[in-house]
T-cell receptor
Framework: KAGVTQTPRYLIKTRGQQVTLSCSPI?????VSWYQQTPGQGLQFLFE???????NKGNFPGRFSGRQFSNSRSEMNVSTLELGDSALYLC????????????????FGEGSRLTVL | QQQVKQSPQSLIVQKGGISIINCAYE??????FPWYQQFPGKGPALLIA?????SEKKEGRFTISFNKSAKQFSLHIMDSQPGDSATYFC??????????????FGSGTKLNVKP
């Protein structure tokens, strides 16, 4: 079974630009979460999607947004990039999710490393 | 506000020794406490997890000790091996409500096991 795939793996942007990151979850997984990883801060929750609906959101400014498609693939977008947005952005999928949800294992991709100059 | 505090930031252990990483939390609604292991260039992967109805869980050389009254939990790696050298993250989450897959992670511990 293929794992979580994130693209691109590396990218460099300048302040003020915007960026879109993509995530393909494990087949059959309908929940996709995004986390920002920075040195010393660990992983910070951005948002979670299930069946194309955002179910939860972390404490990030509105410049950070996301969406999920009908095939469960997800994208996140960061607009008006700032130097502090430089980080590793991790996508994780999980199963099963839904009304009888019980928190469980996250399966992470290898991340997209964003550098903002 | 860091909901899960992790220590130490880095740890050096000799091969065969015991590695101990500690975490503390504040929110008593947390009911799931996983540990993730991350190798350079890779995403974190679940190592072991515990729910608060037990005080200890062991899987091979890895053990979680959980102290509900102190709101602390720790990871013990017995007979540490150079292949265990990685960054370890503790995390906490709660079931139900609006908390779908929202995990609070510690800041990470970089473990270096010397041969």
């Amino acid at each position: 079974k293929a794992g979580v795939t994130q693209t691109p793996r590396y990218l460099i942007k300048t302040r003020g630009q915007q960026v879109t990151l993509s995530c393909s979850p494990i087949s059959g997984h309908r929940s996709v979460s995004w986390y920002q990883q920075t040195p010393g801060q660990g992983l910070q929750f951005l948002f979670e999607y299930f069946s194309e609906t955002q179910r939860n959101k972390g404490n990030f400014p509105g410049r950070f947004s996301g969406r999920q498609f009908s095939n469960s693939r997800s994208e996140m977008n960061v607009s008006t990039l700032e130097l502090g947005d430089s980080a590793l952005y991790l996508c994780a999928s999980s199963s099963p999710g839904g009304a009888q949800f019980v928190v469980g294992e996250l399966f992470f991709g290898e991340g997209s490393r964003l550098t903002v100059l | 506000q860091q909901q899960v505090k992790q220590s130490p930031q880095s740890l050096i252990v000799q091969k065969g020794g015991i590695s101990i990483i500690n975490c503390a939390y504040e929110n008593t609604a947390f009911d799931y406490f996983p540990w993730y292991q991350q190798f350079p260039g890779k995403g974190p992967a679940l190592l072991i997890a515990i729910r608060p109805d037990v005080s200890e869980k062991k899987e091979g050389r890895f053990t979680i000790s959980f102290n509900k009254s102190a709101k602390q939990f720790s990871l013990h790696i017995m007979d540490s091996q150079p292949g265990d050298s990685a960054t370890y993250f503790c995390a906490a989450s709660m079931s139900g409500g609006n908390n779908f897959n929202k995990f609070y992670f510690g800041s990470g511990t970089k473990l270096n096991v010397k041969p």
